[in-house]
C-alpha cells in the first residue's frame, strides 16, 4: 500500500492542471463555490457534507476533514472515470493532494455517478436529521418520508427521462440506517437506489441526505428544494399540520 | 409554432441593448440584485419564485428555472407592453434569451401590471405557506389572512391612493387555492383581486405568495413587511397569542 | 410652513459637507452601515426602525421610509442640537435632503439624547414584539420585561455610571403601550424613563423596542445583548423555562 | 500595580511587529477572521465571548468589550508563554493595546493551553444556554449533556490522541455552574477537565461554552459541531424526541 501511496503522490505533483482553470463553471472552481454555499446553510458545519461532481470522465471530489467554507481548488482530488469502488487503495486517483485524506463519500459518490448523476451533494442538514426521526417515531423504520401538495415540491423530478413531479403527487424519499462508518453506507444506498429507481436522494438516519442531478445546477437547485421541504415539514409537525393531505 | 419561437430567436439578438446599461436602477440591473437577496431570505430556494418589473412600456421579468442567485441582466425577459396574457406564444416578447424559459408566473405578473403595479414580486417563503395552512385549519378554506394592532402593518397600503394602514386597522390578505399549473392561478388572482380591490398581495394556499407595488421598492418593501407578519403570525400561534386583538 | 420647507431645501443645498468624510467612524457613513447590519438581523424589514448619533451639537438621523440596507450618507438628516422636539417643523435642521421625510422616531430620538445618550437605536424585532406579548398576558399590562441570571445580562448597563449589571442581578425592561402614530409614542417614553431612571431602553408592546447608549457602540452592543435576552426568553418559553430563577 | 500598567504601556508600543503579518493563517489575523464569522453566527452577540490561540510560546488573546466583527489585528493582546494565570497583574503581557482591557476569558483560555490546547474559543451560543436549563430540569444540576447516534458526533474527539467518537458512542459534555465573574469559573473549569479528562469543551450553565482543540481549525470545527448539535438538541426536545437512544 505504502508504494500506491508514493505513485498517488508522484501524480500529484503533475496534474495541478486538472483543477486549475479560469472558468468559474470548471468543477474545481465550482466545488469550492458551492461548498461555501453549504457552509452558509449550515449543511456542512464542522467539515461534514462534500460535494463531487462529475465532468467527462474525470470525478472532482471536495477532500474530508477541511473547512468546507476555507476550501481551494487545490484541495480537490480528480478519479479517472470509470473506476473502482472497492477497495479504496485501488481507485484511480489522477490527482490526490499531499496531505488530504479522500472523502469517505465517495463510493456513495460514484454509485450516484453509476447511476447517471452528473453531481452529488452529501449534507447534514438538520431539518433531514429532524425528518428522519419523526418519520421513524410516526411511521416505523421502513416509512419513507412523504410530502404532498406544496409547490415546492415540483423541485424534485418524478424520475429519469420522466420529469418533474407536479403538485398532486406525493414526493417520497427514502430513508436508510446509518452505519458507523460512512462508506458502510454504499450498500444500503445501492438497495433503496434498487427499490426505489425513481429517486434523486436518499435520507439516512441520524445523519443526513444524499442529492444527486443530472448537472450542478439540477443536484444543487434539488438539494435546495428537498431541504425546504424538510424544514417545512418539521415546522409543519409543531403546527400539528400533517405532510400528506 | 416554430415559426414564431424563430422569430424570438431572431428577435433576441436584435435586443441586447434592452438589458444592457451601467445604471444600478435599470430594471435588467434591479432584477439579479433583487433575486440575489430574496435568494438569501429563503425566497426563491431551488429556482422557485420570480420577480418582474415594469419601466415605460417593456416588462422586465425573470427566467423560469435558473439558479435566482446566479441571474443575470443578459437572462430577463422583455416584454412590449401592453401585450397578451394569453395564449402565451402570442405574448409580444422583444427580447427572450436563447436556451432559457419564460416564466410561468408571467400570465400572474402582467394581471398585476394591469392593475397598475410597476413590480410583482413571487416568493415560496414558508412563513407564508405555513399561514395558508393554519387559517385553513382555524378558520376554513374562504378565510382570508388577518393581523391587527401590530407596528410592521404600517409597511401595507390602505389601497390604491388610499395611504398606508393604521396601526389599529385590520390587514387581510385573501388567499386562494393552488393549482396544478402556475398559469392556471391568473384566474383566481384575478378573481381576488376584483373581490378584495384594495389588496396588493394574494397568498397562495401550500405555495407562497404574489405581492406588487407601485414601484419597485414599495413591492420589495411590501414584501419584507407581509413576510415579517407571517413569521411573526407562527411563532404567535406556536406560543398562542391571538393574531386578531 | 410652506416658506419653512423652502428655507429647509435651501439649507440642505449648503450643507452636503456635514454628511461627507473619508472617516469611516463618522455618523454619516456609520448610520448607512449600522442599518445594513441591522436589515440583516431582520430589525429594520420594510423600512422600519431607524438609528440617530449625537456628535457633538449635530444629530445625525436616518430618513423616514427608505430601504435601510441601501441607505446612504447623502440620504441622512442633521438637527443642530439641542433642538425642539415640537412642532416638528420648528426643529433646527441644518440639513435635509431633497424629495425624503424625516424619521417619524425623531422626537424620541431626541428624547434620548436629552437624557445623555450618543446613540440611539430603534427596531422592529420580532423577538422583541413577542416578549412584549408573552409580559402582558403572564403578567399583566404593567409589568416589565424581566430577566435573570443569564450571563448575557452583564451586557446592559445597571445605569448611568453605574457601571454593568451582574449575573445575579435582574434585568427589567419596561414596556409602554403603542399608539397610532410614532410620534406620539414620546410622552410614554419620556414617562417611562421618569420611572425608570436607570433604563438603556423601553420595549414598545406590538410593535418593537427603543435602545440607547452613551455612545454608538455601547448602543449597538446594548441592543444586540437584548435582542439575544429577547430570543432566548421565547426559546425558553416555548420549553417552558422561567425567565426569573 | 500604577508602575505595571506604565510598563505594560511602554511594552505596548514596542512590540507591534508581533501582530502585524501579511500570512492570513497568522493568529493576529485569524483571530479578527473568526470572531466575524462567530459574530454571525450569533456567538459572541454584544461583545460577548472570545478566542485565544497559541503560536509557539506566544498566547494571542481578542481583547476585553469590543465589538467582535470590528475586531482588527493591532486589538490583539499577546502573552508570553507560559505566564501566570493569577495574579492577573503578573502576567506577563509582551503586548497589551492601549485602552483595551484583557479578556476576562483570560485565566480559563491559559486552562485549555496548560492542557495542551492550540486554540480556544468561548461563546454565548443560546442553543449552548438552552440545554443547560434543559438537562438541568431533565436530569438534575449534577449531569452532563449526552446526546448519541447522531452523525454529527463524529465531529468530536474521544480524548487526547484516542482519536474521534464514533457514530454509536455517547458524547458527554460536562457542565459547570456559572460565576458572578468570568475568572471564577477558572477552577470549576479546571475540577470538570480533571474530572472528564477526555473532554474538549466546558458548557457553563446559563452562560455559553468553552470548546478547544489542538489547533483552530479543530477548535473551530469541534465549536461548530457541538453547536450543531445543541441546536439540533433543543429541536429534538420540541419533538419529544429523546437525545439518547
Redesign the interface.
Known amino acids: 500500500m505504502a508504494s500506491t501511496e508514493d505513485q498517488v503522490v508522484a501524480t500529484t505533483t503533475n496534474n495541478d492542471h486538472l483543477v486549475q482553470s479560469d472558468d468559474p463553471e470548471h468543477p474545481a472552481n465550482l466545488i469550492p463555490e458551492l461548498c461555501r454555499k453549504f457552509y452558509n446553510w449550515?449543511w456542512v458545519?464542522?467539515?461534514?457534507g462534500g460535494t463531487s461532481i462529475r465532468h467527462g470522465d474525470h470525478i472532482f471530489i471536495a477532500p474530508s476533514g477541511v473547512?468546507k467554507e476555507l476550501m481551494k481548488s487545490e484541495n480537490i482530488f480528480v478519479l479517472q472515470w470509470p473506476t473502482k469502488k472497492y477497495p479504496a487503495e485501488e481507485r484511480n486517483y489522477i490527482r490526490r493532494p499531499l496531505k488530504l485524506n479522500p472523502s469517505a463519500c465517495t463510493p456513495l459518490f460514484l454509485t450516484a455517478f453509476e447511476n447517471g448523476a452528473g453531481c452529488c451533494i452529501h449534507t447534514?442538514s438538520?431539518w433531514a436529521?429532524?425528518v428522519t426521526?419523526?418519520v421513524e417515531?410516526e411511521k416505523g423504520p421502513d416509512a419513507c418520508f412523504e410530502i404532498s401538495?406544496?409547490?415546492?415540491i415540483k423541485?424534485i423530478p418524478r424520475g429519469k427521462g420522466k420529469g418533474m413531479l407536479?403538485?398532486?403527487d406525493t414526493l417520497s424519499i427514502p430513508i436508510i440506517e446509518?452505519?458507523?462508518f460512512e462508506e458502510d453506507l454504499t450498500s444500503g444506498l445501492e438497495a433503496a437506489m434498487k427499490k426505489y429507481p425513481d429517486t434523486y436522494a436518499v435520507l439516512?438516519r441520524?445523519?443526513?441526505i444524499y442529492v444527486w442531478g443530472d448537472n450542478v445546477?439540477k443536484a444543487?437547485?434539488?438539494?435546495?428544494?428537498l431541504?425546504?421541504l424538510f424544514?417545512?415539514a418539521?415546522?409543519?409537525?409543531?403546527?400539528g399540520?400533517p405532510w400528506v393531505k
Chains 1, 2, 3, 4 share one sequence.
Request: hydrophobic share 30%; proline share 0%.
Open positions: 449550515g458545519t464542522g467539515t461534514g473547512q447534514h438538520q436529521v429532524l426521526l419523526l417515531r401538495t406544496i409547490e415546492q423541485g407536479g403538485y398532486y446509518n452505519t458507523a439516512v441520524r445523519h443526513g445546477a444543487k437547485t434539488q438539494c435546495e428544494s431541504d425546504y424544514q417545512l418539521v415546522e409543519m409537525h409543531k403546527l399540520l
